[in-house]
Protein backbone atom coordinates (compact mmCIF):
# COMPACT_ATOMS: atom_id res chain seq x y z
CA UNK A 1 0.00 0.00 0.00
CA UNK A 2 1.13 3.66 -0.86
CA UNK A 3 3.32 5.04 1.86
CA UNK A 4 0.94 8.26 1.92
CA UNK A 5 -2.49 6.17 2.50
CA UNK A 6 -0.44 4.03 5.46
CA UNK A 7 0.61 7.07 6.99
CA UNK A 8 -3.10 8.95 6.30
CA UNK A 9 -4.42 5.63 7.96
CA UNK A 10 -2.72 5.60 10.97
CA UNK A 11 -3.54 9.10 11.82
CA UNK A 12 -7.11 8.53 11.17
CA UNK A 13 -6.95 5.31 13.27
CA UNK A 14 -5.10 7.15 16.24
CA UNK A 15 -7.65 10.20 16.44
CA UNK A 16 -10.67 7.58 15.53
CA UNK A 17 -9.46 5.17 18.76
CA UNK A 18 -9.62 8.47 21.17
CA UNK A 19 -13.03 9.85 20.17
CA UNK A 20 -16.08 7.56 21.12
CA UNK A 21 -14.44 6.39 24.92
CA UNK A 22 -15.87 8.20 26.81
CA UNK A 23 -19.68 7.44 25.02
CA UNK A 24 -18.99 3.66 26.84
CA UNK A 25 -18.88 5.10 30.10
CA UNK A 26 -21.97 7.85 29.70
CA UNK A 27 -23.93 4.80 28.33
CA UNK A 28 -23.42 2.72 31.56
CA UNK A 29 -24.22 5.55 33.63
CA UNK A 30 -27.46 6.24 31.40
CA UNK A 31 -28.38 2.81 31.62
CA UNK A 32 -28.00 2.58 35.27
CA UNK A 33 -30.81 5.41 35.79
CA UNK A 34 -32.98 2.83 34.01
CA UNK A 35 -35.14 0.68 36.48
CA UNK A 36 -33.27 2.02 39.11
CA UNK A 37 -30.82 -0.11 38.50
CA UNK A 38 -28.03 0.58 40.35
CA UNK A 39 -29.89 -0.11 43.63
CA UNK A 40 -29.98 -3.88 42.16
CA UNK A 41 -26.79 -4.29 40.72
CA UNK A 42 -24.23 -1.49 42.48
CA UNK A 43 -21.49 -3.26 42.88
CA UNK A 44 -21.96 -4.72 38.79
CA UNK A 45 -22.50 -1.09 37.62
CA UNK A 46 -19.09 0.35 39.44
CA UNK A 47 -17.43 -2.57 38.19
CA UNK A 48 -18.33 -1.69 34.69
CA UNK A 49 -17.79 1.79 34.72
CA UNK A 50 -14.14 1.78 36.32
CA UNK A 51 -13.65 -0.81 33.74
CA UNK A 52 -14.99 1.44 30.83
CA UNK A 53 -13.00 4.42 32.88
CA UNK A 54 -9.80 2.82 32.10
CA UNK A 55 -10.07 1.42 28.77
CA UNK A 56 -10.76 5.63 28.49
CA UNK A 57 -8.04 6.50 29.45
CA UNK A 58 -6.06 3.19 27.90
CA UNK A 59 -7.41 4.85 24.58
CA UNK A 60 -5.77 8.31 25.55
CA UNK A 61 -2.45 6.87 26.15
CA UNK A 62 -2.10 4.97 23.23
CA UNK A 63 1.24 5.69 21.53
CA UNK A 64 1.33 7.95 18.29
CA UNK A 65 1.43 5.95 14.57
CA UNK A 66 5.07 5.39 14.16
CA UNK A 67 7.48 5.83 10.66
CA UNK A 68 8.59 2.30 10.37
CA UNK A 69 5.88 -0.19 8.44
CA UNK A 70 6.85 -3.09 10.36
CA UNK A 71 6.12 -1.42 13.97
CA UNK A 72 3.24 0.14 12.08
CA UNK A 73 1.92 -3.41 11.88
CA UNK A 74 1.95 -3.90 15.96
CA UNK A 75 0.78 -0.54 16.85
CA UNK A 76 -2.61 -1.94 14.11
CA UNK A 77 -2.42 -4.25 16.35
CA UNK A 78 -2.70 -3.12 19.70
CA UNK A 79 -5.65 -0.82 18.12
CA UNK A 80 -7.87 -3.89 17.19
CA UNK A 81 -7.63 -5.29 20.57
CA UNK A 82 -8.09 -2.37 22.13
CA UNK A 83 -11.34 -1.51 20.11
CA UNK A 84 -12.32 -5.13 20.39
CA UNK A 85 -11.95 -5.28 24.36
CA UNK A 86 -14.20 -2.58 24.24
CA UNK A 87 -17.03 -4.60 21.95
CA UNK A 88 -16.51 -7.28 24.29
CA UNK A 89 -17.02 -5.40 27.32
CA UNK A 90 -20.04 -3.63 26.42
CA UNK A 91 -21.56 -6.80 24.60
CA UNK A 92 -21.39 -8.79 28.04
CA UNK A 93 -22.59 -5.69 29.85
CA UNK A 94 -25.51 -5.49 27.36
CA UNK A 95 -26.00 -9.40 27.47
CA UNK A 96 -25.65 -9.74 31.43
CA UNK A 97 -28.61 -6.71 31.62
CA UNK A 98 -31.11 -9.22 29.06
CA UNK A 99 -30.74 -11.91 31.30
CA UNK A 100 -32.72 -10.25 33.93
CA UNK A 101 -36.25 -9.59 32.17
CA UNK A 102 -36.99 -7.09 35.44
CA UNK A 103 -34.42 -4.72 33.79
CA UNK A 104 -36.59 -4.04 30.31
CA UNK A 105 -36.16 -0.35 30.40
CA UNK A 106 -32.48 -0.56 31.13
CA UNK A 107 -31.95 -3.67 28.51
CA UNK A 108 -33.48 -1.23 25.74
CA UNK A 109 -31.24 1.63 26.87
CA UNK A 110 -28.41 -0.57 26.44
CA UNK A 111 -29.72 -1.87 22.93
CA UNK A 112 -30.02 1.91 21.75
CA UNK A 113 -26.45 2.45 22.67
CA UNK A 114 -25.27 -0.61 21.43
CA UNK A 115 -26.95 0.42 18.03
CA UNK A 116 -25.45 2.99 18.24
CA UNK A 117 -21.49 2.58 18.69
CA UNK A 118 -22.35 -0.85 16.55
CA UNK A 119 -22.63 2.38 13.49
CA UNK A 120 -20.19 4.05 15.06
CA UNK A 121 -17.65 1.50 14.39
CA UNK A 122 -18.82 0.51 11.28
CA UNK A 123 -17.99 3.87 9.96
CA UNK A 124 -15.14 5.36 11.48
CA UNK A 125 -13.22 1.97 11.48
CA UNK A 126 -14.17 1.22 8.15
CA UNK A 127 -10.48 2.29 7.06
CA UNK A 128 -9.28 -1.21 8.68
CA UNK A 129 -12.47 -3.41 7.45
CA UNK A 130 -11.93 -6.71 9.26
CA UNK A 131 -11.48 -4.60 12.37
CA UNK A 132 -15.12 -2.61 11.85
CA UNK A 133 -16.76 -6.19 10.98
CA UNK A 134 -15.32 -8.01 13.66
CA UNK A 135 -16.61 -4.98 16.59
CA UNK A 136 -19.66 -5.31 15.03
CA UNK A 137 -20.50 -8.96 15.94
CA UNK A 138 -18.96 -8.61 19.08
CA UNK A 139 -21.51 -5.71 20.20
CA UNK A 140 -24.23 -7.56 19.11
CA UNK A 141 -24.18 -11.62 18.98
CA UNK A 142 -23.95 -11.66 23.12
CA UNK A 143 -27.42 -9.80 23.25
CA UNK A 144 -28.97 -11.89 20.33
CA UNK A 145 -27.57 -14.92 21.92
CA UNK A 146 -29.10 -13.57 25.78
CA UNK A 147 -32.39 -13.34 23.89
CA UNK A 148 -32.88 -16.28 22.29
CA UNK A 149 -31.71 -18.52 25.83
CA UNK A 150 -33.42 -16.35 28.65
CA UNK A 151 -35.74 -14.32 26.67
CA UNK A 152 -37.12 -16.54 23.57
CA UNK A 153 -40.47 -14.65 23.27
CA UNK A 154 -38.03 -11.51 22.16
CA UNK A 155 -36.86 -13.10 19.51
CA UNK A 156 -37.76 -10.76 16.71
CA UNK A 157 -36.05 -8.46 18.50
CA UNK A 158 -32.81 -10.93 18.25
CA UNK A 159 -33.55 -11.30 14.63
CA UNK A 160 -33.92 -7.68 14.21
CA UNK A 161 -30.18 -7.06 15.65
CA UNK A 162 -28.85 -9.60 13.87
CA UNK A 163 -29.80 -8.37 10.45
CA UNK A 164 -28.73 -4.83 11.19
CA UNK A 165 -25.62 -6.45 12.10
CA UNK A 166 -25.50 -8.03 8.85
CA UNK A 167 -25.85 -4.90 7.33
CA UNK A 168 -23.28 -3.30 9.17
CA UNK A 169 -20.92 -5.87 8.45
CA UNK A 170 -21.77 -5.64 4.53
CA UNK A 171 -21.52 -1.78 5.04
CA UNK A 172 -17.87 -1.72 6.09
CA UNK A 173 -17.11 -2.69 2.88
CA UNK A 174 -18.54 -0.33 0.68
CA UNK A 175 -17.36 2.46 3.01
CA UNK A 176 -13.99 1.29 2.72
CA UNK A 177 -14.03 1.67 -0.76
CA UNK A 178 -15.26 5.27 -0.24
CA UNK A 179 -12.55 5.67 2.10
CA UNK A 180 -10.00 4.57 0.05
CA UNK A 181 -11.23 6.55 -3.21
CA UNK A 182 -11.15 9.93 -0.93
CA UNK A 183 -7.56 8.88 0.23
CA UNK A 184 -6.57 8.34 -3.33
CA UNK A 185 -8.29 11.51 -4.31
CA UNK A 186 -5.99 13.38 -1.71
CA UNK A 187 -3.15 11.71 -2.52
CA UNK A 188 -3.45 12.72 -6.22
CA UNK A 189 -3.87 16.15 -5.00
CA UNK A 190 -1.13 16.04 -2.79
CA UNK A 191 0.97 14.76 -5.71
CA UNK A 192 -0.19 17.71 -7.89
CA UNK A 193 0.85 20.24 -5.25
CA UNK A 194 3.57 19.18 -5.11
CA UNK A 195 4.79 19.02 -9.01
CA UNK A 196 3.57 22.27 -9.30
CA UNK A 197 5.27 23.19 -6.29
CA UNK A 198 8.41 21.66 -7.70
CA UNK A 199 7.89 23.30 -11.20
CA UNK A 200 7.92 26.62 -9.40
CA UNK A 201 10.84 26.53 -8.06
CA UNK A 202 12.73 24.39 -11.05
CA UNK A 203 14.35 25.38 -14.22
CA UNK A 204 12.70 23.53 -17.11
CA UNK A 205 15.36 23.19 -18.97
CA UNK A 206 18.44 21.85 -16.59
CA UNK A 207 16.24 21.26 -13.50
CA UNK A 208 18.26 23.75 -11.41
CA UNK A 209 16.94 25.39 -8.90
CA UNK A 210 15.69 28.86 -10.61
CA UNK A 211 15.34 32.24 -10.11
CA UNK A 212 12.63 32.13 -7.33
CA UNK A 213 14.64 29.39 -5.62
CA UNK A 214 17.59 31.31 -5.40
CA UNK A 215 16.31 34.24 -4.03
CA UNK A 216 14.70 32.15 -1.64
CA UNK A 217 17.47 30.34 -0.07
CA UNK A 218 19.86 33.33 -0.75
CA UNK A 219 17.54 35.33 1.89
CA UNK A 220 17.51 32.47 3.89
CA UNK A 221 21.17 31.76 4.17
CA UNK A 222 22.19 35.76 4.25
CA UNK A 223 19.41 35.72 7.59
CA UNK A 224 20.83 32.22 8.74
CA UNK A 225 24.82 34.05 8.71
CA UNK A 226 23.42 36.27 11.88
CA UNK A 227 22.52 33.62 13.83
CA UNK A 228 25.44 31.27 13.50
CA UNK A 229 29.58 31.39 12.70
CA UNK A 230 29.01 29.98 8.93
CA UNK A 231 30.49 32.00 6.15
CA UNK A 232 29.18 32.03 2.52
CA UNK A 233 29.83 32.55 -0.58
CA UNK A 234 27.98 33.40 -3.79
CA UNK A 235 29.50 32.82 -7.23
CA UNK A 236 27.73 34.10 -10.86
CA UNK A 237 28.59 32.36 -14.11
CA UNK A 238 27.77 33.57 -17.17
CA UNK A 239 28.36 31.89 -20.43
CA UNK A 240 30.70 33.81 -22.87
CA UNK A 241 29.37 34.73 -25.79
CA UNK A 242 26.22 33.00 -25.72
CA UNK A 243 24.32 34.89 -28.15
CA UNK A 244 26.59 34.65 -30.86
CA UNK A 245 26.09 30.87 -30.46
CA UNK A 246 22.46 31.15 -30.27
CA UNK A 247 22.56 33.46 -33.41
CA UNK A 248 25.61 30.59 -35.34
CA UNK A 249 24.08 27.93 -34.42
CA UNK A 250 20.72 28.10 -33.52
CA UNK A 251 18.83 27.71 -29.97
CA UNK A 252 19.29 23.89 -29.66
CA UNK A 253 22.73 24.13 -29.28
CA UNK A 254 22.42 27.29 -27.07
CA UNK A 255 20.12 24.87 -24.72
CA UNK A 256 23.04 22.18 -25.03
CA UNK A 257 25.58 25.12 -23.92
CA UNK A 258 23.05 25.49 -20.80
CA UNK A 259 23.21 21.99 -19.97
CA UNK A 260 26.29 21.61 -20.46
CA UNK A 261 27.51 24.02 -17.91
CA UNK A 262 24.51 23.00 -15.82
CA UNK A 263 26.27 19.69 -15.56
CA UNK A 264 29.78 20.79 -14.67
CA UNK A 265 28.49 22.78 -11.90
CA UNK A 266 26.58 20.16 -10.13
CA UNK A 267 29.66 18.04 -10.64
CA UNK A 268 31.75 20.51 -8.31
CA UNK A 269 28.94 21.32 -6.16
CA UNK A 270 28.09 17.85 -4.65
CA UNK A 271 27.11 19.14 -1.10
CA UNK A 272 23.17 19.04 0.13
CA UNK A 273 23.84 22.80 1.45
CA UNK A 274 24.91 23.58 -1.79
CA UNK A 275 22.60 25.13 -4.17
CA UNK A 276 23.23 25.71 -7.67
CA UNK A 277 20.35 28.02 -9.92
CA UNK A 278 20.13 29.13 -13.01
CA UNK A 279 19.02 32.94 -12.34
CA UNK A 280 18.86 33.93 -16.47
CA UNK A 281 18.95 32.85 -19.90
CA UNK A 282 22.77 32.39 -20.03
CA UNK A 283 23.78 32.77 -15.98
CA UNK A 284 23.93 30.68 -13.20
CA UNK A 285 23.94 31.86 -9.55
CA UNK A 286 25.85 29.38 -6.84
CA UNK A 287 25.61 29.70 -2.94
CA UNK A 288 27.62 27.68 -0.88
CA UNK A 289 29.41 27.72 2.65
CA UNK A 290 33.38 28.12 2.52
CA UNK A 291 35.81 28.82 4.85
CA UNK A 292 37.48 31.01 3.02
CA UNK A 293 38.30 33.28 -0.42
CA UNK A 294 40.50 30.36 -1.19
CA UNK A 295 38.30 27.73 -1.08
CA UNK A 296 35.47 30.06 -3.46
CA UNK A 297 38.33 30.37 -5.94
CA UNK A 298 39.66 26.73 -6.25
CA UNK A 299 36.05 25.86 -7.10
CA UNK A 300 35.97 28.31 -9.54
CA UNK A 301 38.92 27.31 -10.75
CA UNK A 302 37.52 23.60 -11.29
CA UNK A 303 34.80 25.09 -13.34
CA UNK A 304 36.67 26.87 -15.29
CA UNK A 305 38.89 23.49 -16.18
CA UNK A 306 36.15 21.15 -16.21
CA UNK A 307 34.47 23.23 -19.27
CA UNK A 308 37.89 23.39 -20.91
CA UNK A 309 38.03 19.79 -21.11
CA UNK A 310 35.16 19.25 -23.29
CA UNK A 311 33.08 20.66 -25.68
CA UNK A 312 29.53 20.78 -27.32
CA UNK A 313 29.35 18.83 -31.22
CA UNK A 314 27.31 20.55 -33.41
CA UNK A 315 27.25 19.37 -36.96
CA UNK A 316 29.21 22.19 -38.14
CA UNK A 317 32.20 22.18 -35.82
CA UNK A 318 32.89 21.28 -32.09
CA UNK A 319 32.11 24.29 -29.84
CA UNK A 320 33.98 25.15 -26.81
CA UNK A 321 32.46 26.98 -24.02
CA UNK A 322 34.22 29.17 -21.62
CA UNK A 323 32.76 31.22 -18.57
CA UNK A 324 33.16 34.27 -16.97
CA UNK A 325 32.59 34.17 -12.98
CA UNK A 326 32.21 36.85 -10.09
CA UNK A 327 32.72 35.75 -6.80
CA UNK A 328 31.63 38.08 -3.23
CA UNK A 329 32.52 36.29 -0.03
CA UNK A 330 30.01 37.24 3.17
CA UNK A 331 32.09 39.76 5.51
CA UNK A 332 31.19 40.51 9.05
CA UNK A 333 32.90 43.67 8.98
CA UNK A 334 30.98 44.93 6.39
CA UNK A 335 27.11 46.44 7.17
CA UNK A 336 25.66 45.19 3.80
CA UNK A 337 22.37 43.49 2.77
CA UNK A 338 21.79 40.50 1.00
CA UNK A 339 21.12 42.56 -1.74
CA UNK A 340 24.24 44.79 -1.51
CA UNK A 341 26.36 41.40 -1.60
CA UNK A 342 24.66 40.03 -5.00
CA UNK A 343 25.68 43.09 -6.39
CA UNK A 344 29.68 43.31 -5.41
CA UNK A 345 29.45 39.41 -6.87
CA UNK A 346 27.36 40.90 -10.04
CA UNK A 347 30.08 43.59 -10.64
CA UNK A 348 32.61 41.63 -10.19
CA UNK A 349 30.93 39.30 -13.10
CA UNK A 350 30.98 42.07 -14.92
CA UNK A 351 34.66 43.25 -14.06
CA UNK A 352 35.10 39.82 -15.33
CA UNK A 353 33.45 39.59 -18.94
CA UNK A 354 34.92 43.55 -19.07
CA UNK A 355 38.22 41.92 -18.45
CA UNK A 356 38.18 39.98 -21.79
CA UNK A 357 35.86 37.06 -20.92
CA UNK A 358 36.87 33.09 -19.26
CA UNK A 359 38.39 34.64 -16.02
CA UNK A 360 37.51 34.56 -12.60
CA UNK A 361 37.55 37.93 -10.56
CA UNK A 362 37.33 38.48 -6.74
Known amino acids: MNEYINKRINEDLYKRIRLGAVFYVIGILVSALSDDLYEHAL ?80 YQFC ?132 QFVANVLQAVFTRDCDLVSRIGGEEFAVVFRCDGLHEAVVLAEKIQKRLGEDSIESAESKIKVTASIGIALTDRTLEESEHELFKRADDLLFEAKSAGRNCIKY
Open 43 to 122: PQIISATVFFIVLTVLRFYLPKPPEHIDATRHWRRNIAFVSMLSSVAWGAAVAWVAMHPAYDTAMQTMLLCTIAFATATA
Open 127 to 258: LVRTVAQINCVLFTLPFVLTIIIYQPEKYPLAIAISVYCVYLVLSAIQLQRQYLSSLNTEMGLFEAKNELKSLSLTDELTGLANRRHFRVHFSEAYSNLKSSGDNFAILLVDLDLFKRINDEYGHLVGDQCI
